[in-house]
């Protein structure tokens, strides 16, 4: 059974770099898939951030591209996400999630951008 | 970008009743479009994708239709479960791209 799992701060103050990992377990991100970050204000859609291939192909919203970094490793089975200089308005819950159809999703953890 | 437009925002059926969700594109997406149900505090579930496949473990209540810029996801004979809220998601191309939802509620 695949799982995936987010870790990370749930607070982060404006300015500074969001940092989060996504640990999957029950299936090698190695052997293919996209692997994709969404987020959800509060009480609000969806949101696709970006996604990475097993190999390291990246693709991001171009609303955010100029501030987001994801990246692979498959020595770890994880992937992870860098939103920099964060504002009030990236406040949302933040998931990941397998695939281009999004098969199979964590959790999601809220991070809060606050001083 | 592609995006995508769902109608009606929000729908108020009984249960028993059928659903009519609707999910318009900008531009073809060919049939690289899914559908998910949200409730609250959990994450999407994805229920049919290629429009018109059911995901693993989905009722065959639920059915999608479609291609090119219009689907349509159908729910037949509502349960108590089913109402949430219900997202269109595409695939043909990047930047993936979301509807804004639609909320199914109780009449």
């Known amino acids: 059974q695949v799982q995936l799992q987010e870790s990370g701060p749930g607070l982060v103050r404006p300015s500074e770099t969001l940092s989060l990992t996504c640990t999957v377990s029950g299936y090698s991100i190695s052997s293919g898939y996209y692997w994709g970050w969404i987020r959800q204000p509060p009480g609000k859609g969806l949101e696709w951030i970006g996604s990475i291939s097993h190999s390291g192909s990246t693709y991001y919203n171009p609303s955010l591209r100029s501030r987001v970094t994801i990246s692979v490793d498959t020595s770890k089975n994880q992937f992870s996400l860098r939103l920099s200089s964060v504002t009030a308005a990236d406040t949302a819950v933040y998931s990941c999630?397998?695939?281009?159809?999004?098969?199979?999703w964590g959790q999601g953890t809220l991070v809060t951008v606050s001083s | 970008e592609f995006v995508l437009t769902q109608s009606p925002a929000t729908l108020s059926l009984s249960p028993g009743e059928r659903a009519t969700l609707s999910c318009r594109a900008s531009q073809s997406v060919s049939s690289y479009l899914a559908w998910y149900q949200q409730k609250p505090g959990q994450p999407p579930r994805l229920l049919i994708y290629?429009?018109?496949s059911r995901a693993t473990g989905i009722p065959a209540r639920f059915s999608g239709s479609g291609s090119g810029t219009d689907f349509t996801l159908t729910i037949n004979s509502l349960e108590p479960e089913d109402f949430a809220v219900y997202y269109c998601?595409?695939?043909?191309?990047?930047?993936?791209?979301f509807g804004q939802g639609t909320k199914l509620e109780i009449k």
């Open positions: 998601q595409q695939r043909n191309n990047w930047p993936l791209t």
């Open positions: 999630a397998r695939g281009n159809y999004h098969d199979t």
């Open positions: 290629d429009a018109s």
